[in-house]
């Protein structure tokens, strides 16, 4: 259930108007707080939500600790997380 949840929000967020949707929404900073204690498979989903919310404004995952966050999976066991917590760092810098 929690995975289809995530699979349409990703949805959403790749569209321009549907990442500034989810911004305006405040859930920036939930997804952040959600991140670490997930299963991989809905933390790379999160992990593109995020990123497209982030092309939008990074401030609110700046506040809630995004960075801090994204670094620590950077030593995650599975690559494509790391990569995609690398990319979005890159994002939030």
């Known amino acids: 259930m929690r995975k ?15 990442a500034e949707g989810l911004v305006q929404s405040k859930l920036v900073p939930k997804l952040v707080e959600l991140l670490p204690g997930e299963l991989d498979e809905i933390k790379k989903l999160i992990l593109d939500e995020l990123h ?26 599975d690559p494509e997380i790391r990569g995609l917590a690398a990319r979005n760092i890159m994002d939030l810098r």
């Open 52 to 77: 497209f919310c982030m092309s939008i404004d990074t401030t609110d995952a700046l506040e809630s600790n995004g960075m801090e966050t994204h670094t620590a999976l950077l030593g995650h066991e």
């Open 4 to 18: 289809n949840a995530h699979l349409t929000l990703k949805m959403v967020s790749e569209t321009p108007l549907g």
